[in-house]
């Protein structure tokens, strides 16, 4: 994965280079998003947190892991960490923000998702249709993104 910082570049892409690194950056997204949400998911429920402790510790660490991944690439590229930071919230914050509720709604509102252990098949249901939700939900947001020239992730 590569970053580029396209911000007031003056052009957007065609319409199918905008498609694919908006698909790159909701995978990108859906990678961190969902990496934090399983482990804050898995340790709240290892530790018998109530279900409203435990979808904000997935929440938070959704966060997280998604500005962490977005960070690598730019520190790697040479960016300066203050400058990466700056970079990656702009680029990143809506994107988790919408990934994020979109999960968290399909998670508290599809029966049994809530109730289940971790070693029932309908929390992975659960966790399955949340992601895929997420997906869903924050791909036309980094679509917009990347043809503003403020997302460009491949």
């Given at each position: ?22 698909h790159s950056a909701t995978w990108h997204c859906l990678m ?123």
């Amino acid at each position: 994965m590569h970053f580029h910082d396209h911000t007031n570049s003056g052009h957007s892409p065609d319409t199918t280079s905008q498609l694919s690194l908006a698909h790159s950056a909701t995978w990108h997204c859906l990678m961190g998003c969902g990496l934090g949400e399983i482990v804050g998911v898995v340790i709240g429920t290892a530790l018998g947190l109530p279900s409203l402790y435990t979808l904000i510790l997935a929440v938070l660490l959704g966060f997280v892991f998604g500005f962490a991944l977005g960070l690598r690439p730019l520190l790697r590229a040479g960016f300066d960490f203050s400058r990466a930071i700056h970079q990656v919230f702009v680029a990143e914050s809506l994107s988790i923000v919408v990934m994020e509720a979109t999960e968290v709604l399909v998670q508290v509102y599809t029966p049994g998702v809530m109730e289940a252990g971790l070693g029932h098949w309908m929390f992975w249901l659960g966790m399955t249709l949340a992601l895929t939700a997420g997906y869903a939900a924050a791909f036309p947001v980094n679509y917009i993104l990347v043809g503003k020239g403020i997302r460009h992730v491949h």
